[in-house]
T-cell receptor, first 112, second 113 residues
């Protein structure tokens, strides 16, 4: 079973460049999430979606945009990358009312 | 708002030692509680969970009991192995509304032979 798949796994960007991170899940989950993981800060929620065509802001949404055009995919976009966005990004999905979340393997992004 | 506090790491143990990782929470409602584990280079995966007071979650020799009176969910294992070396995250989820997961900062466990 693939579960949650993130693309790419690694990326280096220059300041000001844009990119899109792709998350795909094959479990027919309603909820999808994007987190960033930084040393000493745990996981912080960037944006989330409670169903196809819906998105909402999490704790740290500034500088990011998302789209959920298909139920199985959740895209995270950086329009103009900044060094402060250097982080490891995790996508996750879950299906209510079971709140267990399934995570992808992460994308390590470095902005120079 | 809701929050989770974990003990600072790293926790360094010898194989077969007893493990405790402390976790306390603050929540306005009556949350579900979780422990997730992250092995090197991987995403998080659910280790165990508890959904109501006095419930004990257990998996792979790890246990944690939902203590409403002390707002705690400490993780324990009687005899750790080198393969348990990982980062452990305590988390809570509200049981109404969006049911967002709120994570602690994580505790790194290092087990030596």
């Amino acid at each position: 079973n693939a579960g949650v798949t993130q693309t790419p796994k690694f990326r280096v960007l220059k300041t000001g460049q844009s990119m899109t991170l792709l998350c795909a899940q094959d479990m027919n989950h309603e909820y999808m999430y994007w987190y960033r993981q930084d040393p000493g800060m745990g996981l912080r929620l960037i944006h989330y979606s409670v169903g196809e065509g819906t998105t909402a802001k999490g704790e740290v949404p500034d500088g990011y945009n998302v789209s959920r055009l298909k139920k199985q995919n959740f895209l995270l976009g950086l329009e103009s990358a900044a060094p402060s966005q250097t982080s490891v990004y995790f996508c996750a999905s879950s299906h209510p009312p079971n709140t267990e979340a399934f995570f992808g393997q992460g994308t390590r992004l470095t902005v120079v | 708002g809701n929050s989770v506090t974990q003990m600072e790491g790293p926790v360094t143990l010898s194989e077969e030692a007893f493990l405790t990782i402390n976790c306390t929470y603050t929540a306005t409602g009556y949350p579900s509680l979780f422990w997730y584990v992250q092995y090197p280079g991987e995403g998080l995966q659910l280790l165990l969970k508890a959904t109501k007071a006095d419930d004990k979650g257990s998996n792979k020799g790890f246990e944690a009991t939902y203590r409403k009176e002390t707002t705690s969910f400490h993780l324990e294992k009687g005899s750790v192995q080198v393969s348990d070396s990982a980062v452990y995250f305590c988390a809570l989820s509200e049981r109404t509304g969006f049911q967002k997961l709120v994570f602690g900062t994580g505790t790194r466990l290092l087990v030596s032979p």
